[in-house]
T-cell receptor, first 115, second 118 residues
Framework: DAGVTQTPRHEVAEKGQTIILKCEPV?????LFWYRQTKIQGLELLSY????????DGGAFKDRFKAEMLNSSFSTLKIQPTEPKDSAVYLC?????????????FGHGTKLSVL | GDSVTQTEGQVTVSESKSLIINCTYS????????LFWYVRYPGEGLQLLLK?????QKGSSRGFEATYNKETTSFHLQKASVQESDSAVYYC???????????????FGAGTRLAVCP
């Protein structure tokens, strides 16, 4: 189905490396979100785009995390340099963004392990 | 900031028994945020289970119910008789005003894993 697609599903990196996670939202959706999921913190918002414009970034995540949306059908999340504490599942989600309480469609996530 | 607190860790319930997963919330921008339950079944992505946008109303889906209680700021998830297929991780969430003025910023609880035993 044409849901949210995230690649890769798994990523293993060494400390200090640069990694890029990719996301393709549902076609026609205007809003795109990046979340980080850990057992301790749960889901934390990293970035939010509306119509390709960055509306909100994650505050505490600014220094090494950078999300970009070069076109309406593709977004990347770069982590540079990676640290072991970045090990988590990174989720991408999209929604139509037409009304205020719309459901989010989530990808399967990318599980990142930083050694 | 916004916060959502839900039953921690794992809940184990025997098939056909009742279930309640507790959820309480705190929203900083507005008094009555939108409330959601999301679920992740094994091998699948996170998906919406139910939502309620009006205080005092009840949402339901797949036999699950949750009532938006503004007095106790709670949104507990209940089911009268669980099935093995309900085994999943359940997340309570609220949506609040973002800087852009829309409502799409979701704050999630840590998740509760439900294990249903035959």
């Amino acid at each position: 189905d044409a849901g949210v697609t995230q690649t890769p599903r798994h990523e293993v990196a060494e400390k200090g490396q640069t990694i890029i996670l990719k996301c393709e939202p549902v076609s026609g959706h205007n809003d795109l979100f990046w979340y980080r999921q850990t057992k301790i913190q749960g889901l934390e918002l990293l970035s939010y785009f509306r119509s390709k414009s960055l509306m909100e970034d994650g505050g505490a995540f600014k220094d090494r995390f950078k999300a970009e949306m070069l076109n309406s059908s593709f977004s990347t999340l770069k982590i540079q340099p990676t640290e072991p504490k970045d090990s988590a599942v990174y989720l991408c989600a999209s929604s139509r963004g037409l009304i205020s309480n719309e459901r989010l469609f989530f990808g399967h996530g990318t599980k990142l392990s930083v050694l | 900031g916004d916060s959502v607190t839900q039953t921690e860790g794992q809940v184990t319930v025997s098939e056909s028994k009742s279930l309640i997963i507790n959820c309480t919330y705190s929203a900083t921008s507005i008094a009555y945020p939108n409330l959601f339950w999301y679920v992740r079944y094994p091998g699948e992505g996170l998906q919406l289970l139910l939502k309620v946008i009006t205080a005092g109303q009840k949402g339901s889906s797949r036999g699950f119910e949750a009532t938006y209680n503004k007095e106790t700021t709670s949104f507990h998830l209940q089911k009268a008789s669980v099935q093995e297929s309900d085994s999943a991780v359940y997340y309570c969430a609220l949506s609040d005003l973002m800087l852009s003025g829309s409502f799409n910023k979701l704050t999630f609880g840590a998740g509760t894993r439900l294990a249903v035993c035959p």
